[in-house]
């Protein structure tokens, strides 16, 4: 297996970056009118930014901590999981030192009246008890699928456990999504740090992560960052899923979502990349305007059929390593927006296929429905270890991989 081009070395500033070449950087096939749309989104976006930002961007968010639970199951049992919580005029979140996970932003509509737009659940117990959904995770240390759990590096196989469908999902059995992290407070949030040790769940290399969550205004800005002894691949994400309805308040699939990407990568029968990126042109991939997300999602399309609905990763437009607008949501009822922006290559837009209609209790006390939220998972493309033409996501020691994507909250009347 051939291996691919490595993170360049951290620079001062993360749009300084560039990790990947070659596909990525072809100029974008977007037309005139396309990218005209796009820059006006951004304009507004940028308006909404400034607008939010009077409310309360300019004062230091307020961030408190408090105990979430105690730990039942597992290694960790009898181990205390904190709730910080970063409260601004705008907004309202909540971070769990357990999986590091985003539980709850309180949001207003467009009549002020706040929700909580972060499916979760009400206690560390539920938590616990879910080991299917993700809710709110950084998982890692591989976002997304590695095909069969194998790779290569240097030459070296490495096998990493399979935990679906004979793939190897969010890290294997036990990833970073079901660790307690330790966590300190920092000016507007907090930083939560793991040390994932040399051969956990099969990866090379002791691997230091941290993830800070910070909020300004109404912009709740997430930064990665890690370091390695040994060479090893890592993929860093979180798998919050959001109704911008509120939790817990049916499906997302009337609301409306915009994607920046003019490719798209299709999957095999087991969800992993083929590694094609065929233009979204002309399919129900194509969010390059405005779509209802239920618009085409039953439709005949065979990558619709493989997935249950969306669960893939849009190639994002624009080079890697430096942030841009990756997707944008409005709910037209409440008139809440979601836009979300990264220095990422991909975006894993899921649609809440597998969540079993009724099986979970939600933050709120109301009843989660399949399709009941989706994710935005800013991300390296799923299996990349093993498509060397896909932006690299291996770590040599001596490197320092950071990664930024800013989840930023509005309201279009
Ligand atoms: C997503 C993945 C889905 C599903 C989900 C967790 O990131 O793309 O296929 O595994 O996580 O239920």
Known sequence: MALQKNYPKYTASVTQQHWCHGILQRRSTWGRKERKRMKM????????????????????AEVTKAPFGTTTVGEHTGKQVDVYTLKDAALEVKVITLGARLMAVNAPDKNGKKADVVLGHPD??????????????????????????????????YDVPVNNNGQSLHG??????????????????????????????????????????????PDLRIDYSATTDKATVLNLTNHAYFNLAGEGNGTILDEKI????????????????????????????DFRTPHVIGERIEAENEQLKIAGGYDHNWVLNGPNGTMKMAAKVVDPKSGR???????????????????KDGAITGT??????????F????????????HPAFPSTLLQPGQTMHSTTVFSFGVEK
């Open 41 to 60: 989104l951004g304009m507004v976006v940028a308006i909404g930014r400034v607008a939010m930002g009077s409310l309360g961007g300019n004062v230091q």
């Open 124 to 157: 560390l117990a539920g938590y616990e008890a879910d080991r299917d959904t993700y809710f709110g995770a950084v998982v890692g240390r591989y976002g997304n699928r590695i095909a069969k759990g194998q790779f290569t590096i240097d030459g070296k196989q």
């Open 172 to 217: 294997g059995l036990e990833g970073f999504d079901n660790r307690i992290w330790s966590a300190k407070q920092i000016p507007d949030g907090v930083e939560m740090t793991l040390v994932s040790p040399d051969g956990d769940q099969g990866y090379p290399g002791t691997l230091t992560a941290h993830v800070r969550y910070t909020l300004k205004g």
């Open 258 to 285: 915009t994607i920046n990407a003019d490719r798209y990568t299709p999957v095999s029968s087991v969800l992993i990349p083929t590694g094609d990126l065929p233009s979204v042109a002309g399919t129900p991939f």
């Open 337 to 355: 927006t979601l836009t979300v922006s990264t220095t990422e290559p991909g975006v894993q837009f899921y649609t809440g296929n597998f969540i």
């Open 364 to 373: 709120g006390g109301q009843a989660y429905v399949r399709r009941g939220g």
């Open 375 to 386: 994710c935005l998972e800013t991300q390296h493309y799923p299996d990349s270890p093993n």
